[in-house]
């Protein structure tokens, strides 16, 4: 775990450039153009590049060396934040639409190449544990980055904010360059050659038809893409209403909750579940989920302020929770199979983010923030209901059916998909 512990820092510094550019290139965006359309077209932009990106970083990941995938992504993306820099006034607003494809897609990259390669660095048993780090790294970068954004901008400007993300990402491809680690299996010994060729052919009717509850865990999560881009929306209004004269003081402090919760619990998770060899499985994964969009509802019901840094508190456990658990149950799959499916699985996400992005904005323009966020984060808990009944009637059969291929002893391309060990709650 040494070498992946540094791989995580090196990773949380590049996360930590890329939430604070994240505010300082959408308002930099603006200041260029004058134009709140142009603003929202980039958002629009990098949001459609990450959800495309999800399914093209699958086949890349499948098929090349993992670590030099990330090196690359990296590095490009620091060539790309140089070339604004030196770049003269007039050409900069196409070249910032070049940069939020770039970014978009090669933030997708990085993401799907990493999460596929955690079994390999760390080994089947630890990736429970690394996942927690991994993500607890991330959660410390976003608070750090949001939180100096307003700062770095306002005392150094944008340049500086530009230059200092730039020097995060070689930090980061440094980092990944030097370390002697493994992002890929040697062989796959136990996965019939069949089962490679199906892995090529690998999409979402292949999982559907090979692994329907992967299928369905996937759905949940760009579900929850709707839910958590309404609530980002909400806040900030929300947060207007309770106190105008100070808007920022409520989103702060539940973001700093939040954070709080799922550092804690994604800590607490990887520990537990590294000392029992057994991670929970599809059922604690919506009974997780259930428990985070009621925590994000429960936020907008105009509770008094320590109730409602509770639920946000509960809502950031469940999140990082959940995401463990999801991770860890995708990195089951066979490494031929590993990278198609996290790459399916980011393009839902993202998509479910964008979409929500925009209908939910529309709607808050024209409802409050408890009926819109409780409608978006409802879906999910709806879904996840559904899913549990399904589990709990069915659970046995559908665990022969997940581990099969939905019970196709023929159907050799997906049998490997799910394991034993992803199947307790």
Not at 59 to 69: P, T
């Amino acid at each position: 775990m040494g070498h992946f512990r540094l791989l995580v820092v090196g990773n949380g510094i590049s996360a930590y450039g890329s939430y604070l550019n994240m505010v300082a290139l959408n308002v930099f965006v603006y200041h260029v153009s004058g134009s709140a359309l142009v603003a929202g077209l980039f958002m629009a932009v990098r949001l459609v590049t990450n959800v495309l990106a999800g399914f093209v970083a699958g086949r890349l990941v499948s098929g090349h060396d993992r670590k030099r995938l990330m090196v690359g992504a990296d590095l490009t993306q620091a060539a790309a934040l140089l070339l604004l820099l030196l770049s003269p006034d007039a050409g900069r607003v196409p070249l910032l639409f070049a940069l939020a494809v770039v970014t978009g897609a090669c933030s997708t990259l990085s993401q799907v190449a990493l999460r596929s390669s955690v079994p390999e660095i760390v080994g089947p048993d630890l990736r429970t544990r690394a996942n927690g780090l991994l993500v607890t790294g991330r959660s410390l970068a976003m608070i750090a980055g949001f939180a100096s954004s307003g700062v770095v901008v306002a005392g150094l400007g944008y340049h500086y904010a530009f230059a200092l993300d730039a020097a995060t990402f070689v930090v980061s491809a440094t980092v990944l360059f030097l370390l002697p680690i493994r992002t890929r299996a040697t062989a796959e010994p136990d996965v019939p050659e069949s089962e490679g060729k199906g892995a090529a052919e690998w999409g979402v009717r292949f999982l559907l038809r090979t692994a329907p509850l992967l299928a369905v865990m996937i759905a949940v999560r760009a579900v929850d893409g709707l839910g958590s881009s309404s609530h980002n929306v909400a806040l900030p209004i929300y947060s207007d209403s309770l106190n105008p004269g100070h808007p920022a003081t409520f989103v702060s402090q539940f973001w700093a909750t939040w954070a709080l919760g799922n550092i804690v619990a994604q800590q607490l998770c990887g520990r537990f579940m590294t000392k029992g060899r057994r991670s929970p499985g599809e059922r604690a994964f919506a009974v997780g989920s259930c428990v985070m969009s009621a925590g994000f509802i429960l936020v907008f019901c105009g509770l008094p302020t320590v109730p409602a840094i509770a639920a946000a508190l509960i809502a950031g456990a469940a999140d990082g929770f959940t995401e463990i658990v999801y991770v860890t149950r995708l990195q089951a799959a066979p490494d031929a199979q590993r990278g198609r499916l996290f790459g399916l699985s980011a393009s839902a996400e993202n998509t479910g983010f964008g979409l929500g992005m925009v209908v939910s904005a529309f709607l808050l323009d024209h409802f409050a923030p408890l009926p819109v966020v409780s409608v978006f984060h409802g879906c999910a808990i709806v879904l996840c209901l559904v899913l549990l009944a399904v589990l709990f009637r069915r659970g046995p059969e559908l665990a022969r059916r997940g581990k099969n291929g939905d019970g196709a002893r023929g159907t050799t391309a997906g049998r490997d998909l799910p394991t034993a060990e992803g199947h307790s709650a």
